[in-house]
Each structure stands twice: as structure tokens, then as C-alpha cells.
């Protein structure tokens, strides 16, 4: 979502270089062990993401923490999680070290409008490039982009969890979109972006995603399914644009690529701006005749819309005409009997 990510990233990269030469192909083997042999920071493995100390959480992504109060400082991972989640972890909040320590980058973080977003997004993706270098990142995926094997085949070759891919994969995206992962109920387990398409939350319901739905119905093998008219919803009530998407299981979880245009599982996928929409589930929707913003209470019996305040719904819309005047269409009340003037106007 930062467009200077790389960036700090390769930042990070050379301060880790400078600091610890070769540490990367270390970490990359065993992360655990090449940090334990540094003097300058510490482990801490606690019992559940709940006993993480909250002064370490820092807004974090993941279910970690970084200590700089402590004496060296303590690079905080919880036990509960899965030895993959665990890596990714421990390299993100190394990721804040990095950052907490080198001059330069340090000064960058300051200048950003959003420096603490920055910085974990800037963490997310050090740990996603340490456990996947560009090579074998480029070995698992076409040359047209990601797809929803991609993160099947990153996932078989690598020791890095889905939630790192997601991260890795989503740096590779040739156009805006999504890549996430999602319980088998269509809970959102985590997500990246890349460009203008906002990821879904955390822990949001998804499963009413045309893309998702099919998949979750679905067996569970590696056969991916693609849809082209996949939405995510967002906590506002209203969605993303429709996105090509293609999705498949990844040991017990579905993982799901959805981009704007120019999907690399398709020959032609144009952008389909202006196709968002209003969730039906959304409890809040603003009336297109009227404009006023109301709260869902009924619905229209004929076009199955929400009936705003004023009785305002999609027949009401059907039946609009322009004014002779001013020439905005108008609701028919907003007309005298016979009138081709609205009311506005003839006032």
C-alpha cells in the first residue's frame, strides 16, 4: 500500500549487511539459531499472542513485539503460533530493530504521514524477502504475475507461512490487487496489497465473496477456481470493484489472488471501474434520489432495495424525469400536478 516500501526494505537489507555480514542466507536457513548468536538482541517466547506485553505490540500485524527498553533488546514471538508464523514473526519485529537502530532509516520513518503503518508494512515485507529471495520467488510463479499456485508452490518450497507469501507475492502483483488467505469459513486470516485496492480486515467476514463461496463449497484439493466478478467487503457497507480472482487450498486454508485488470491466469481482463457496491448486509446506505444517509429497515417488495426515510428505493428511481428548467432528473413529489417544472425551479 506504500509505494516506498522497496525501498526501505533494501534499506534494511544493507544495515543488516553492514551489521551482520551474510546474515540474510542465515536467517533464511534457520532464523532462530542466527539471531540467538547475536549479543545484541534477545528471544522471548511467550505462551499465547495474549501475553505479548503490550507496550511491544506496536501496532504490529503479527503476534509479536519488539522490547528496545530492555538490556539488550528482546525481540518478543508467541508460542501458539505455527513454526512458519513463528519465523515470520521473529524477522518482523527484527524488521523494527533495523529500523529503531540505523540513522537513515529511522529519518525516513519520521518524514512518513503515516510512519507507524509504514514501518510495519516496511517490517511485513523484510521478513516476506529474507524467507523468499527473487529467485525462488521467480521459480514459483509465471512470468505474467502471481496467481492462486503461486502461494501453493512458495508454500511447498520455502519454510515461510501463508501470511509471508501473501506479503512477497503481493510486492510481484502487476497491477493493483489483493492476496490473502482465509479460514475455511471465509474469516480473513491475513492480507496484502499492492496499488489502489484496499486488502479486507483482519478477521472479516468474506464468505459472501462470489470467489470465496465457490471455493468453500468446493473440495479440498489444489484445483484452483477463478471468478471473474469477485468483491471484497469492506466495514463500511460498500465493496471493492469487481476483481478478477483466482483461489485454491493451501493445507486447511484458502488462499486467493484478486486483482483490477491484466490477471496473469487470463488473456484478456480489462479494469471494470464504477462496479463497487453497497453490501446488503450493511446496516447504513445513502439514498440515491434523495441523498440522505438512513439505516436499513425495510426493503422494497418489487426491486428488493433498501426504502430509504422518504419511501425512496430503485422503483421510485425508475419513475424519475428530467425538469424542462434546470434539467435534473427528479423524484415525481418534487413536481406540481401536470408540471414539467420541478417545484425548485418554478419557485
Known amino acids: 500500500m506504500f509505494e516506498n516500501t522497496a525501498t526501505q526494505v533494501e534499506g534494511m537489507l544493507t544495515a543488516l549487511e553492514r551489521w551482520h555480514p551474510g546474515a540474510s542466507v542465515r536467517l533464511a536457513s534457520n532464523v532462530f539459531a542466527e539471531i540467538e548468536s547475536w549479543d545484541q538482541l534477545r528471544i522471548a517466547l511467550v505462551p499465547e499472542e495474549k501475553d505479548v506485553p503490550s507496550d511491544a505490540r506496536r501496532g504490529c500485524s503479527v503476534a509479536g513485539g519488539y522490547l528496545w527498553q530492555t538490556n539488550p533488546p528482546t525481540l518478543v514471538v508467541s508460542q501458539s503460533m505455527s513454526r512458519r508464523r513463528q519465523r515470520f514473526t521473529l524477522l518482523h519485529e527484527l524488521g523494527h530493530h533495523i529500523q529503531s537502530n540505523d540513522m537513515e532509516l529511522g529519518s525516513f520513518l519520521m518524514e512518513c504521514d503515516e510512519s507507524e503503518a509504514f514501518e510495519d508494512a516496511a517490517c511485513d515485507a523484510f521478513a516476506a524477502r529474507i524467507l523468499m529471495p527473487p529467485e525462488l520467488v521467480r521459480q514459483s510463479m509465471p512470468s505474467s504475475g502471481p496467481d492462486a499456485n503461486s502461494v501453493l508452490n512458495l508454500y511447498q518450497k520455502s519454510k515461510a507461512s501463508r501470511?509471508?507469501?501473501?506479503?512477497?507475492?503481493?510486492?510481484?502483483?502487476?497491477?493493483?490487487?489483493?492476496?490473502?488467505?482465509?479460514?475455511?469459513?471465509?474469516?480473513?486470516?491475513?492480507?496484502?496489497?499492492r496499488g489502489t485496492t484496499y486488502p479486507p480486515a483482519k478477521g472479516s467476514d468474506q464468505s459472501s465473496n462470489v470467489l470465496v463461496a465457490a471455493a468453500m463449497v468446493g473440495s479440498l484439493d489444489t484445483h484452483a477456481i477463478t471468478r471473474d466478478n469477485a468483491r471484497i467487503s469492506y466495514s463500511t457497507g460498500r465493496t471493492?470493484?469487481?476483481?478478477?480472482?483466482?483461489?485454491?487450498?493451501?493445507?486447511?486454508?484458502?488462499?486467493?489472488?484478486m486483482v483490477e485488470y491484466s490477471a496473469s491466469w487470463k488473456s484478456f481482463s480489462p479494469p471494470r471501474e464504477g462496479t463497487a457496491m453497497v453490501s446488503k448486509t450493511s446496516?447504513?446506505?445513502?439514498?440515491?434520489?434523495c441523498g440522505s444517509n438512513f439505516m436499513i429497515k425495510s426493503r422494497c417488495a418489487s426491486c428488493e432495495e433498501p426504502r430509504c426515510d422518504n419511501g425512496h428505493c430503485a422503483?421510485?428511481?425508475a419513475a424519475e424525469r428530467s425538469c424542462t428548467e434546470c434539467f435534473v432528473l427528479k423524484h415525481p413529489a418534487q413536481f406540481s400536478c401536470g408540471n414539467e417544472v420541478c417545484r425548485d425551479c418554478a419557485d
Open 163 to 193: 501470511a509471508a507469501i501473501c506479503v512477497r507475492l503481493a510486492s510481484e502483483l502487476r497491477t493493483p490487487g489483493v492476496i490473502a488467505v482465509f479460514s475455511p469459513e471465509g474469516i480473513v486470516s491475513f492480507a496484502a496489497a
Open 240 to 257: 471493492s470493484n469487481q476483481l478478477y480472482g483466482q483461489i485454491t487450498w493451501c493445507e486447511g486454508y484458502l488462499v486467493a489472488v
Open 283 to 289: 446496516r447504513w446506505q445513502d439514498c440515491e434520489t
Open 315 to 317: 422503483c421510485t428511481r
